[in-house]
């Protein structure tokens, strides 16, 4: 093709057909401009392509990500409620004259001033540098959905340290055999627990009562990260049918 392209130009020039040639020549180079442009659109295409099936896989990944997040978060959410109405009601037995609480109550009540229900989202794909192929919005949720779990961590931690600060009190005055909860069936103490001594303890009181409140803004947080995960799977199989 270039030879006969050639032979064209020298016939002309040979011929002293100079205009032409010219008209020619800028033929030609509109031509190659053409064909150039031509190239480069294929080959965005074929990158854009390429970039749609990165894309693509990435969506797949994160709703089977965000899914078992999901399911996860849920039990902790309703872990979460348990100990909240627990600790609610362990905390309205505390008095200077409390009424008398049958042994097993008080033993399952105890239990859930040290359960510590924990959501560890699975975010293999979030650390991913492939994320950046989502759309924005999809970011905005994402972004929002990190934040709010970084809240909710800083919520367990508190709990956490919490609890620190409760065991030694429940070690002096309690008997933690006694513990029991749906799972736990333990052989119970040989020592009595004297009921009296830790309910009535304004010391008690106050572990009980720091444990209520954070457990309270942990359900707020946890219920917004639910929420939250509802919009980015939505999202997600909206994006993902696009594709069919």
């Known amino acids: 093709m270039i030879q006969f392209f050639r032979k064209i130009r020298q016939n002309m020039i040979k011929e002293n057909r100079t205009s ?14 053409i ?27 994160m709703k089977d990500e965000f899914s078992r997040n999901q399911t996860e978060l849920q039990l902790k959410l309703e872990q979460h409620k348990f100990v909240k ?6 905390s309205s037995l505390i008095s200077p004259n409390p009424i008398e609480v049958e042994k097993h109550k008080l033993d399952s009540l105890m239990f859930s001033t040290i359960y510590v229900p924990e959501f560890n989202a699975s975010i ?4 991913s540098e492939k994320l ?16 709010n779990y970084d809240y ?16 030694s009190f429940i070690i002096e005055n309690y008997q933690s055999k ?13 020592f009595d627990t004297d009921e009296q001594n830790i309910l009535t303890s304004p010391i008690f009181e106050n572990y009980i009562h720091s444990r209520s409140l954070n457990t309270f803004f942990i359900v707020k947080r946890a219920t917004t990260l639910y929420d939250i995960q509802t919009k980015i799977l939505q999202h997600i199989e909206a994006k993902l049918s696009t594709y069919d």
């Open 20 to 33: 032409k040639y010219l008209l020619y020549a800028i033929g030609e180079i509109i031509l190659v401009v």
């Open 35 to 61: 064909g150039i442009l031509i190239a480069l659109q294929i080959n965005n295409w074929n990158e854009n392509n390429k970039l749609e099936k990165e894309a693509y896989k990435v969506l797949l990944q």
């Open 85 to 90: 109405a627990s600790t609610a009601e362990l």
């Open 124 to 127: 293999a794909t979030l650390a």
């Open 132 to 147: 950046v192929l989502v759309d924005d919005e999809l970011k905005n949720y994402i972004a929002d959905w990190q934040l």
């Open 152 to 167: 909710y961590k800083l919520s367990t931690k508190l709990i956490y340290d919490n609890q620190t600060q409760q065991a």
């Open 178 to 190: 006694n513990f029991k909860n749906a799972l736990i069936q333990p052989t119970k103490s040989a």
